[in-house]
């Protein structure tokens, strides 16, 4: 049963940091993994999605990189900014699961100080 | 272009109501899901749908809940005789044919007093 785990829960930084998000999954058959980001009391907002043959996407100051044979993928947030003060959130949609299934981690929540 | 439209946002019954949600997909998709947020828990997925059939309800419990996606209409998910436990924000999300970007509503909102 794939198990999504998300490292650290909570996260505070400065603006200006640079800093890196860890999601880690238990099985390796995984079809793609996703990343999202989630304000207080809102929906999902996709960031970005990595299929399963990609080692990484990049969209602005995100970048997000899957490394399938060790069960781990990374946000990198760049040049953070207050903005970014958000409850980020890893899914994996496995290949055993129907589509739409996704495994989501309990999210780490940052928080970037002016 | 709306995006996937859930309502009502906030929704407060007591225990043994029922509660009523329902979601409209973005338009041109035709495949619905449904997901649910306990407190302090991650989001877990509740049942997959495409206009009137239910494709996986694996994530569903056995008792109480049910969701329908009808020809003409939006999707609904029902809790029957709601208790305590069933507090929590309900997403709904949609995808096209493919399945692999999935847009996900502003959820629904429930609480049982």
């Known amino acids: 049963k794939q198990e999504v785990t998300q490292i650290p829960a909570a996260l505070s930084v400065p603006e200006g940091e640079n800093l890196v998000l860890n999601c880690s999954f238990t099985d390796s058959a995984i079809y793609n993994l996703q990343w999202f980001r989630q304000d207080p009391g809102k929906g999902l907002t996709s960031l970005l999605l990595i299929q399963s043959s990609q080692r990484e996407q990049t969209s602005g100051r995100l970048n997000a990189s899957l490394d399938k044979s060790s069960g781990r993928s990374t946000l990198y947030i760049a040049a953070s900014q207050p903005g970014d003060s958000a409850t980020y959130l890893c899914?994996?949609?496995?290949?055993?699961?129907?589509?739409?299934?996704?495994?989501f981690g309990k999210g780490t929540k940052l928080s970037v100080k002016p | 272009n709306a995006g996937v439209m859930q309502n009502p946002r906030h929704l407060v019954r007591r225990r043994g109501q029922e509660a009523r949600l329902r979601c409209s997909p973005m338009?041109?998709?035709?495949?619905v899901y449904w997901y649910r947020q306990l407190p302090e828990e991650g989001l877990k997925f509740m049942v997959y749908?495409?206009?009137?059939?239910?494709?996986?309800e694996s994530g569903m419990p056995k008792e109480r809940f049910s969701a329908e996606f009808p020809k003409e209409g939006p999707s609904i998910l029902r809790i029957q005789q709601v208790v305590r436990g069933d507090s929590a924000a309900y997403f709904c999300a949609s995808s096209g044919t493919s399945g692999n970007t999935i847009y996900f509503g502003e959820g629904s909102w429930l609480t049982v007093v």
């Open positions: 338009k041109g998709h035709s495949h």
């Open positions: 899914a994996a949609m496995d290949y055993g699961g129907s589509q739409g299934n996704l495994i």
């Open positions: 749908l495409q206009k009137e059939n239910i494709i996986d």
